[in-house]
């Protein structure tokens, strides 16, 4: 057995030990023992990615169980291991604050469950013939599900999680369709489809069912509900790996099984990849939940990331093979990048929840200087969402907006139209990012605390604080030497080793980008501006507020911040306002009440006028069960006269 | 097979689905079993397991389950005709419509004699009709036995006959079903005074 072969077997055995464990009510000794496992999967994953032989079996045409890791897969188990570790650990440190936590049967539970979710992911990577493939997907699917209602039994939140497993067991059809069609026909193994219908019918099933699964639009309606109701753990996971594996498999699919794929493939993975990035940060936008935000934005960087997969297809489609195996590293990158800086903004989420015993953004406030450590790194992760260097999630989407203006250039007319919006659809979010993760700095870790729970918030333990910041590290040394890795995952793609190792990032025909010192000089940069910010120190005076008080309910709302944004988009977004005068005297008013929203358009266009059908249509199904075993019988007398004049009539045959 | 064999087990078939009382159907269907049960063992003779089997599935499909069937009709006596159910010849008209019509459309199945074939294939839609048309909930269980004898006459009539397990396990889910539908038809009766199905219908939510 190879190093990283030993090494991968041992950690699953520690995880189900640790899961094993936590039922017999060894709750932190078992996520201790899962964190360490998952350490040893992650490990083995990077040891097959920077260059160890590939372990175990690989996809045959079989349907007996068979697990291997090959570089692809040994990515995505690393970034599973960077993601689970500290989340695993974020886990144990809330249990150690909260001592009456620790014994309870939902916490054992939860610990237990979270073992058995990280186990269904690794198994999922590590698959290597179809059955195992879909039983962990379906795994990988439930147990989240599980996890939210331990925590969670309330009429609303059954309501989410029944959509969630609805939403995403109908798109899931579509990957039961793809992966068994490839495996019919041999696809695993290596024997290229035949046939522009079938292969064209894999790829829109594998678009349908992964792109569902990683919460693209328009079939992302699931994702906003589920997530923020997780413990903060399980929304780290399920936003920073659950959506990247079905990232995975749509790579699979598409690179691999059924590729090379038509240029549609790529165009169609582009234009989803737009429409989830604009309208995933413009719903993250209007947010006044900060878990509920944290998930649009997830919506908005896996359409990020669709843009870099999609721009790969494309530029393999048109004869550009440099360029494709550059978008793909780029998409890749951003895989790695978001799972770390989502994984940190949940945890840093869960922390202040713990706090301050809410996330609403109205009622946060001032929580850098309460919890240092916390906001720090909390700061860290939406500056990195946000795309500011030197950070690791500019670096990727720099590449990939790289890859957007080349394929503007060397496209015919069609295609470079399509990749110009995109590359303009791409800046247009990360300028909205930037004003979304402003908006959360400013009302969550800035100003004054607005309410009296979180101007009493306390630095969180040790235990919670680490996990927060090794992963504003890994935002920080992926910022700054992200050319150490990229090489790496450009040779995942088909067509390798165009790029060198080295710091920064030398792309063709761009003149690179040079992270070191780009890092260094806004170091230098905001060194200098914050000492001569303390040399020349302002009086602090209160702002004039036409002669009133200066009270916490004057400040910068969430829905104010974004209000001159909501004027403009209102043909688009539709929000709705209701102004009540509550008490009035003499005809002045003295007390009203402002109420605002931005509905989910997606619900109520798409979703809701879906349902009501479907609802209709199975009233009418109704009909037939009359509950009579004779009704039935008759039914089951003309079913089999109907089949057998078909078989006379050879159509059956 | 004989052609007295066919005769008996299709017209007893075709008997059920015109009586009026329960205990003369139960009666048919037990007179089908025996000779099928006895057309079984005359076929089995020589080979012990065979033969071991074929009288299981005797004493258990031409004994034991029409004697419970029988036990539950005296328990539950009915006060009189049930007015839902159709006139004989309507019953008649349409269980054979359905029988022939099925035996018109089904393909060969490959058995030795082509009136054995027919006589199968029309029992076991002469089973499912008989559970259409009647309304006493005994008849339900009476159908389901008609169209397992179909099945049990064709696997005489096969050229291999069927492995010994698959009879066993035939009868086992026969014993089962029939019970159940024993012990709920007279549990219908016990509620509703009656063992007419058709009142089942207004339960429904």
Redesign the interface.
């Known amino acids: 057995m190879s190093p990283p072969a030993t090494l991968c077997a041992a950690g699953a055995v520690l995880v189900a030990c640790g899961l094993v464990g936590s039922l017999a009510g060894r709750t932190r000794w078992a996520l201790l023992l899962e964190a360490l496992g998952m350490a040893m999967i992650g490990a083995a994953g990077a040891a097959v990615l920077f260059g160890a032989a590939a372990v175990g079996a690989q996809f045959g045409r079989g349907f007996s169980p068979a697990f291997g890791i090959d570089r692809l897969s040994g990515f995505f188990l690393f970034i599973l291991g960077v993601v689970a570790v500290p989340a695993l650990g974020w886990a144990r440190g809330a249990l150690a604050d909260t001592p009456g936590a620790r014994m309870t049967a939902g916490a054992r539970m939860t610990a237990a469950l979270t073992g058995a979710f990280c186990l269904s992911l690794v198994g999922l990577v590590m698959a290597r013939d179809v059955t195992t493939f879909l039983g962990f997907w379906e795994l990988m699917t439930l147990l989240p599900a599980a996890l939210i209602l331990i925590g969670r039994h309330d009429e609303p939140a059954r309501r989410d999680v029944f959509a969630y497993l609805a939403i995403t067991h109908l798109g899931g059809v579509g990957v039961w369709v793809s992966m068994l069609v490839l495996a019919d026909h041999g696809a695993l193994a290596g024997v290229p489809l035949h046939g522009d219908g079938l292969r064209g019918l894999v790829a829109i099933a594998a678009i349908i069912g992964f792109c569902t699964k990683a919460g693209a639009v328009p079939l992302h309606s699931w994702l906003p509900r589920a997530h923020p109701l997780a413990p903060a753990q399980i929304s780290g996971l399920m936003s920073g790996v659950m959506i990247k594996v079905a990232l995975y498999g749509l790579i699979r699919v598409l690179f691999e099984w059924d590729g090379p794929t038509p240029l549609w493939v790529g165009l169609t993975l582009l234009g989803l990849g737009v429409l989830s990035a604009l309208g995933g940060v413009l719903y993250a936008l209007f947010q006044n939940e900060l878990k509920r935000l944290l998930a649009f934005s997830s919506i908005e960087n896996v359409g990020i990331i669709l843009l870099g997969l999609g721009a790969s297809l494309v530029f393999a489609a048109i004869g550009r093979p440099q360029w494709s195996a550059i978008a793909f590293a780029a998409a890749l990158l951003h895989v790695l990048n978001h799972a770390i800086f989502k994984a940190l903004l949940f945890l840093g989420a869960g922390s202040f929840a713990a706090q301050v015993g809410g996330l609403g953004l109205d009622g946060l406030g001032g929580l850098l200087r309460r919890m240092p450590w916390t906001g720090a790194a909390f700061m860290v992760g939406a500056a990195a969402i946000a795309g500011v260097p030197p950070l690791n999630g500019f670096i990727s989407e720099w590449m990939i907006l790289q890859s957007l203006l080349h394929l503007s250039l060397f496209g015919r007319f069609g295609v470079s139209l399509v990749a110009a919006a995109s590359a303009a659809a791409l800046g247009a979010t990360a300028a909205l990012a930037v004003f979304c993760f402003v908006k959360v700095i400013g009302l969550v870790l800035l100003g004054p605390p607005r309410t009296t729970r979180a101007d009493a918030a306390r630095e969180a333990g040790v235990g919670m604080r680490w996990p927060l910041v090794l992963l504003a590290s890994l935002c920080l040394l992926l910022g700054i030497i992200p050319g150490v890795l990229v090489p790496t995952l450009e040779r995942l793609h088909h067509h390798t080793g165009l790029l060198s190792v080295h710091a920064g990032v030398d792309l063709p025909g761009t003149g690179g980008l040079p992270a070191l010192p780009l890092a260094l000089a806004l170091t230098l940069l905001t060194v200098t501006l914050w000492r001569s910010s303390r040399n020349g120190r302002a009086e602090p005076t209160p702002a004039w507020t036409c002669g009133q008080a200066t009270v916490p309910a004057l400040a910068w709302t969430s829905a104010g911040f974004t209000k001159p944004l909501r004027i403009l988009l209102e043909n688009v977004l539709r929000p709705t306002r209701d102004l009540t005068i509550v008490h009035s005297e003499s005809g002045v008013i003295q007390e009203l009440r402002y109420e605002a929203d931005v509905p989910h358009l997606f619900d109520s266009l798409i979703y809701e006028p879906v349902t009501t059908a479907a609802l209709r249509m199975a009233g009418r199904i109704r009909r037939l069960?009359?509950?009579?075993?004779?009704t039935y019988?008759?039914y089951?007398?003309g079913l089999?006269?109907v089949l057998?004049?078909l078989?006379?009539l050879g159509v059956l045959t | 097979m004989s052609h007295a064999v066919i005769w008996i087990v299709g017209l007893s078939a075709l008997g059920v689905v015109v009586v009026r009382r329960r205990s003369v159907a139960i009666a048919l269907v037990g007179l089908q079993s025996l000779v099928l049960g006895a057309q079984a063992i005359s076929q089995a003779a020589g080979a012990s397991t065979v033969l071991l089997v074929a009288g299981i599935v005797l004493v258990a499909k031409a004994i034991a389950l029409p004697a419970l069937l029988a036990a539950v009709v005296s328990r539950t006596r009915e006060p009189g005709r049930m007015a839902s159910e159709r006139h004989p010849l309507a019953r008649l008209t349409v269980a054979l419509a359905?029988a022939l019509?099925?035996v018109a459309?089904?393909?060969d199945i490959g058995l030795a004699q082509v009136a054995v074939e027919h006589t199968a294939v029309g029992l076991v839609?002469l089973g499912?009709?008989i559970?259409?048309v009647r309304r006493p909930a005994v008849f339900?269980a009476l159908g389901f036995l008609v169209v397992e004898n179909g099945i049990y006459l064709a696997a005489l009539a096969a050229p291999k006959g069927f492995p010994v397990f698959i009879e066993l396990g035939l009868v086992f889910d026969l014993v089962v079903v029939v019970s159940v539908a024993g012990a709920f038809s007279a549990k219908i009766h016990e509620e509703f005074g009656t063992g007419d199905?058709?009142l089942?219908?207004d339960?429904?939510d």
Do not use: E, K
């Open positions: 069960q009359s509950g009579s075993l004779r019988l008759v089951l007398l089999l006269m057998l004049a078989v006379q | 359905v019509a099925v459309l089904m393909p839609a499912i009709a559970a259409v339900q199905t058709s089942l219908g339960l429904r």
